[in-house]
Nanobody, 116 residues
Framework: QVQLVESGGGLVQPGGSLRLSCTGS????????MGWYRQAPGNQRQLVAR???????NYADSVKGRFTVSRENSKNTVYLQMNSLKPDDTAVYYC??????????WGKGVLVTVSS
């Protein structure tokens, strides 16, 4: 049974930092592109950052220079280090695992709230 379990969300003040973690099981984690998406109320789910099986990373323009995605295949875990958080970063963050041609797995999401 495939599972993606996110952790690390919560309430943080503007300018603060959080690190999200996502641990996968039931699939060949190291072979998958691992991504983080987010969805704010009333908005569509959008890509935040992703990292390929070979370690190549991509970021949304809105988070470049502030967020860092990394993976630790020995622990089947992907991380999202979020620095200099802004209120606009408030959203539910979802972990995603993807492999061609069309296999997609999703976590249940974790809430990040940036507010003073």
């Amino acid at each position: 049974q495939v599972q993606l379990v996110e952790s690390g969300g919560g309430l943080v003040q503007p300018g603060g930092s959080l690190r999200l973690s996502c641990t996968g099981s039931g699939f060949a984690f190291s072979c998958y592109v691992m991504g983080w998406y987010r969805q704010a109320p009333g908005n569509q789910r959008q890509l935040v950052a992703r990292i390929s099986s070979g370690g190549v990373t991509n970021y949304a323009d809105s988070v470049k220079g502030r967020f860092t995605v990394s993976r630790e295949n020995s622990k089947n875990t992907v991380y999202l280090q979020m620095n200099s958080l802004k209120p606009d970063d408030t959203a539910v963050y979802y972990c995603n695992a993807f492999v061609v041609p069309d296999t997609n797995y999703w976590g249940k999401g974790v809430l990040v709230t940036v507010s003073s």
